[in-house]
């Protein structure tokens, strides 16, 4: 017997769905998905019990409050992503815009948050062609208070006043940790990053995708509660999924026959 419970397949939701369609559990996110899985799961002829629920362990719901010492907080953090902005132009005007908000807010510290120092992992499929330690030097007149940092995504998150992210999924650990977030997509030669759109169409609802004066400005908006409740699961996913598993044990046993031979099928 073989027993599974994968998550949703992101980048061809098509192919990914019919692939799921012998899975005893499918959870999906956003919860707008699920109707879309049954409208194509309808099609399928061979589909017998399946549990389709809602729910990424990635994307469960933020915490009812924020953090307690929220307001107190003086780090704002820029969550760098490996492959984008794809240009030296398009980095350095992430880099100059973090230097102008450490300059207008000397009270603050701004971060750079490295994926990794230019050093490591550069066998890696993600290879970051222009690092920021090197764009740092080229920066003319930095700010002290401008800093990088190779930090763990949680130790961050502990003192993050602020998260600031163009097309990294960073951003779904600042709104789940109850920080405020900026998505900002306006950044020079956007228009040839081919993370761009996928990242504007995930968050056209959120209310998050942040203009460059608000983001030089530190005008941070609070997410959409509906894009919210669409892309982030309750809390209680893993009791849900055991749920799921109870009960594909105690459901009756199902016989498929194939061309008059029977055949025992445990997978739904």
């Not at 309808?42 to 990424?56: I, K, P």
């Not at 240009?87 to 701004?110: C, E, F, K, S, Y």
């Not at 992992?121 to 690092?131: A, F, P, S, W």
């Not at 968050?203 to 530190?218: C, H, Q, R, V």
Request: with cysteine; aromatic share 10%; hydrophobic share 45%.
């Amino acid at each position: 017997m073989r027993y599974r419970l994968p998550w949703r397949a992101r980048f061809f939701p098509e192919n990914g769905y019919f692939r799921r369609r012998n899975c005893d559990g499918v959870y999906l996110f956003p919860a707008s998905e699920i109707p879309v899985y049954e409208r194509r799961a309808a099609t399928w002829g061979d589909r017998m019990w399946q549990e389709v629920g809602f729910g990424h362990p990635t994307f469960l719901a933020p915490e009812a409050l924020p953090p307690e010492d929220l307001a107190a907080r003086r780090d704002i953090y820029f969550f760098t992503q490996a492959l984008s902005p794809t240009t030296r132009r398009g980095r350095m005007h992430m880099l100059a815009a973090m230097a102008a908000i450490a300059r207008a807010n000397p009270d603050r510290t701004v971060w750079i948050k490295l994926r990794h120092l230019p050093h490591e992992n550069q066998k890696h499929l993600h290879l970051e062609k222009y690092d920021y330690p090197g764009l740092l030097k080229a920066l003319p007149d930095a700010p002290d208070n401008l800093k990088l940092t190779a930090c763990t995504m949680d130790e961050a998150l502990k003192t993050a006043a602020l998260g600031i992210t163009c097309t990294s999924t960073a951003a779904i650990d600042v709104i789940r940790a109850g920080a405020p977030c900026m998505v900002h997509l306006d950044f020079v030669d956007n228009y040839v990053d081919p993370l761009v759109e996928p990242m504007r169409k995930l968050f056209a609802k959120s209310g998050l995708i942040t203009p460059l004066e608000d983001m030089l400005n530190l005008r941070a908006a609070a997410p959409n509660p509906e894009w919210v409740a669409d892309m982030f699961c309750p809390r209680d996913l893993g009791a849900r999924v055991l749920d799921t598993v109870t009960r594909f044990n105690d459901r009756a046993f199902q016989v498929e026959v194939f061309g008059g031979a029977k055949k025992a099928a445990f997978i739904a």
